[in-house]
């Protein structure tokens, strides 16, 4: 039986600008290409929906945050739209975009606020494209955690789990309009695993 035809053309030009953007850059820590993080978000996002578009937005969410690529660059090359969602998942605060500058460590809880905030408020489609970058990024430190244990927060900026706990529920509760999907039921059954119920308990108090 023929494979049903799709035109992907979108989703191709999106792939192969995403693998030029991050070229020779490592995943951080995990000793593999930094591209294998955005197309493992773009197979989730492809659980939730077809829409080309925001499956290139899935492939394209961190070339803003991590390389030279710019929000006028991904408007010019795939229009607002795509633009507009890899700008709401770009890491910033009060609208900034985060460079980088100064320590990772001491802004590192406004950022996340800033991000859990952000998405509460975002769209229907936002949130779609933040759900593979989270399930997928959650799925690493669940597959870590189950081989180092809590050393695992040591690689981190921020090294004490309880922050990460309220960052992770917070962006769970934040995605929770996509709650009947696959990819949100196992993004919470991998919370819990890590932060099970019984030890949970919010950072700083």
């Known amino acids: 039986m023929a494979n049903k035809y799709i035109d992907s053309t979108l989703l191709d030009k999106a792939i192969i600008f995403a693998v030029q953007a991050h070229h020779n850059t490592e995943r951080r820590g995990k000793g593999f ?3 294998v993080h955005p197309m493992e978000a773009v197979e989730i996002v492809s659980t939730i929906t ?4 925001l499956l290139a937005a899935a492939a394209l969410h961190d ?15 795939f229009g607002d739209r795509i633009a507009e969602l890899v700008h709401s998942e770009s890491d910033q605060i009060g609208g900034v975009l985060f460079t980088g500058e100064g320590n990772e460590a001491d802004t ?15 769209t229907h489609d936002a949130k779609i494209v933040a759900m ?10 669940y597959r870590d955690y189950m081989t180092r244990g809590d050393e695992l927060w040591q690689i981190f900026h921020v090294t004490d789990k309880a922050a990460h706990e309220w960052h992770y ?10 709650s009947d999907t696959f990819a949100y039921k196992e993004f919470v059954a991998l919370i819990d695993k890590v ?4 030890t949970s308990r919010q950072a700083g108090a």
């Open 108 to 122: 590192w809880h406004a950022r996340k606020q800033a991000a859990i905030d952000r998405l509460a408020s975002a």
């Open 169 to 178: 529920r917070g962006l769970a509760t934040a995605l929770a309009e996509l």
């Open 63 to 77: 070339t803003v945050e991590d390389t030279d690529v710019t929000v006028e660059d991904l408007r010019r090359e």
């Open 132 to 141: 593979g970058d989270k399930l997928s990024n959650m799925r690493a430190i």
């Open 50 to 53: 077809p829409d080309q578009e």
């Open 33 to 35: 290409p930094y591209i």
């Open 195 to 198: 932060f099970p119920h019984d």
